[in-house]
Structures are given as structure tokens and as C-alpha cells.
């Protein structure tokens, strides 16, 4: 009995077959799966072109925060780069100033000592010269004994010992 069943609707669908209906309804099917398939490729470029539009708005706005941040970075780190130019030159201003300050205290302690030095040879031929006018008397010079202080020795040599020794 099936195989009676299934050969009435062979027979039907020779039939079918044979006058075009079964063409119309297989068109008509086709049609429907093709305009199915048409909406769906529809809507797939919809949300193609939607997550397209996105992507690129967020591109752009990923784009531009970088951007923003990059110029933000580079400002600061032209901002520092003066800062580190203005710093050595604080550094070159300040050791020059030391410098000129030492030199000038080195040539101020010079200028004292040469004055001091000057000073010094000065009191010395100033000694000489008292030791000289004091030591003399009738033994060293061409005086009479009358002349001599009373009490002083005519020792040359005894005088000696008080007279200081003047070097170069």
C-alpha cells in the first residue's frame, strides 16, 4: 500500500510536470527563497554599513584623542627640553659667577699680600736702618770717644747681638 501511495504522487507530480503547474509553484518558491535571501542581503549590508560607519567613528575618534595626547605629550616634552636648556644654563650662569668671584678673591688675597709683603720689606729696611744709626759710635764710625754714649761698650760684636739679619 505505501508503494501504491508513492506512485499516485509520482503520478500526480508528472502530471503537475506535464501541465506546468509544478514549474509555476517551483518558480514561485524559488522566487520566495530568492526575495528572502535578497532581504537578508539587505539587511546584512545595512548592518555591514552601519558597523562600517561605526568603525570609522571610532577610528577617528580613537585617531583623534591619540593625536590630542601626542601633541600634548611633544608640548611637554618641548616644555622640559627648555626647562633642562634653561637649567644648565643656570648651571654654566652660576659656576661662571663662582669663578669671577674666586678670581676676584684670589687676586684681592694677592693684591693684600703683595701690599703686605711691601709693608713688611718696608719696616724691615726701616729696622736696618734704626739698627744701623743706633750701633754706631766711635768704634764703627769716625765719632770721637767723647761723643760715645757713657756706659756703651766699644765692642762692635756686643752690638751685633741685638741687630737683626735681613735676607734677600
Known amino acids: 500500500m505505501a508503494l501504491r501511495c508513492e506512485v499516485k504522487a509520482q503520478a500526480r507530480i508528472i502530471?503537475?510536470?506535464k501541465s506546468g503547474k509544478r514549474y509555476l509553484k517551483l518558480q514561485a518558491d524559488q522566487h520566495r527563497v530568492i526575495e528572502g535571501y535578497v532581504k537578508d542581503i539587505r539587511k546584512l549590508r545595512l548592518e555591514l554599513a552601519?558597523?562600517?560607519a561605526r568603525i570609522v567613528s571610532?577610528?577617528?575618534t580613537w585617531a583623534d584623542d591619540y593625536y590630542a595626547l601626542y601633541d600634548e605629550y611633544q608640548a611637554e616634552i618641548r616644555k622640559r627640553?627648555?626647562?633642562?636648556?634653561?637649567l644648565e644654563d643656570d648651571v654654566w650662569k652660576a659656576k661662571k659667577e663662582g669663578d669671577d668671584k674666586l678670581s676676584a678673591k684670589e687676586q684681592e688675597y694677592e693684591d693684600r699680600l703683595y701690599e703686605k709683603d711691601c709693608i713688611i720689606n718696608k719696616l724691615k729696611n726701616e729696622l736696618a736702618h734704626v739698627n744701623a744709626f743706633?750701633?754706631?759710635d766711635?768704634?764703627?764710625t769716625g765719632l770721637p770717644t767723647s761723643q760715645?754714649?757713657?756706659?756703651?761698650e766699644n765692642n762692635h760684636l756686643s752690638n751685633m747681638s741685638g741687630c737683626?739679619?735681613?735676607?734677600g
Do not use: C, V, Y
Not at 737683626?164 to 735676607?167: D, G, K, L, N, P
Open 58 to 60: 571610532t577610528r577617528n
Open 134 to 136: 743706633l750701633g754706631r
Open 148 to 152: 760715645t754714649p757713657a756706659g756703651k
Open 50 to 52: 552601519d558597523a562600517h
Open 81 to 86: 627640553n627648555e626647562r633642562i636648556r634653561n
Open 138 to 140: 766711635s768704634s764703627n
Open 15 to 17: 502530471k503537475e510536470f
Open 164 to 167: 737683626f739679619r735681613i735676607h
